[in-house]
């Protein structure tokens, strides 16, 4: 799912090409897209682009009539910048925003449609679609203790959970507990003070370097490239690779349809956490470490 350094990096791309520029027709392929009903689309079509916004990870493009139109890309939708009434082919293509310059065209991969468009009216619109996380770039030291204390949930859960902070999700969150070398099952309010000043410090630069990554890569051209897993990461993606720092072997959580990556070296003091997946299995037979864990796998070729 794209997070805030590529949402961010996707506002600019269109700050750039629709900004100040008439919205002559909406084109909408798919009808699971579309969420709410009033205000009408038609409503937004002949109007002018004044504002562009992110709102955790949806982005946001404000009307001259005061309608918001939020476009949530959830898993595998992306966006991509084409000649005027270029063709929205389901079931890819979800729709199509036409523009005097060019057209911008919403895709999804996928069999499960889950990106989503609402149309709503004025500020108070946006904010009712707000989950109100913590611009973390935005905060001090101070807010972002009282957040991330409030309630007592792993590390990742807090880390990606929009009512908490804002535009951070699986992939950035690796990438981050790793630059902070603590662990993804660290619970939040047993961190010591020092842990929480490491942990917001590597939030505020990992979410800055990638998104001036992320700028560099695309230049002056739209971002067609927008993964979760990019050759830059440390540990996203990355299982059973050398970790850049130690070189041990990069390790890995499953849950659901996530995963979360992390070296046992330098973030859980070499132990292995278990992997939902397979641990009621394996009970107290479960690897304690990346060693051990080598071993079981070598003897179960």
Not at 56 to 78: E, F, P, Q, T, Y
Not at 111 to 138: F, I, N
Not at 146 to 170: C, E, M, Q, W, Y
């Amino acid at each position: 799912m794209p997070e805030l350094p590529d949402i961010v990096v996707y506002v600019d791309a269109l700050e750039k090409r629709i900004l100040g520029e008439r919205l002559e027709r909406i084109r909408i392929a798919s009808p699971f897209l579309l969420r709410t009903a009033a205000p009408p689309v038609a409503d937004a079509e002949g109007t002018t682009v004044v504002q562009l916004r992110r709102l955790g990870k949806r982005i946001c493009i404000g009307l001259s009539n005061d309608i918001w139109l939020v476009l949530h890309l959830m898993i595998a939708g992306r966006l991509h910048w084409r000649k005027r009434d270029a063709k929205v082919s389901p079931p890819r293509g979800l729709a199509a925003f036409d523009f005097a310059n060019g057209t911008l065209l919403w895709t999804e991969a996928g069999s499960q449609k889950r990106a989503s468009l609402h149309v709503v009216a004025g500020e108070e619109g946006l904010a009712a679609l707000d989950p109100g996380g913590l611009e973390v770039l935005e905060s001090d030291l101070e807010r972002f203790t009282a957040v991330l204390t409030s309630a007592n949930h792993t590390l990742k859960r807090a880390l990606t959970d929009p009512r908490l902070f804002s535009g951070i999700g699986n992939a950035y969150s690796d990438e981050i507990l790793f630059e902070a070398q603590l662990s993804p099952l660290a619970l939040t309010q047993k961190l010591k003070p020092d842990q929480i000043e490491r942990l917001f410090a590597a939030v505020q630069a990992s979410l800055l370097q990638w998104t001036e990554r992320l700028r560099r890569e695309a230049g002056n051209d739209f971002p067609e490239k927008v993964t979760a897993f990019r050759p830059g990461m440390a540990v996203h993606g990355r299982y059973k690779e050398s970790c850049p720092r130690c070189q041990a072997k990069i390790q890995r959580i499953r849950y659901a349809s996530n995963e979360t990556n992390y070296c046992p070296n330098c973030q859980t003091g070499g132990k292995l956490l278990a992997d939902r997946a397979l641990s009621r299995l394996l009970r107290e037979d479960w690897p304690k470490t990346p060693e051990e864990m080598e071993l079981l796998t070598r003897e179960r070729r």
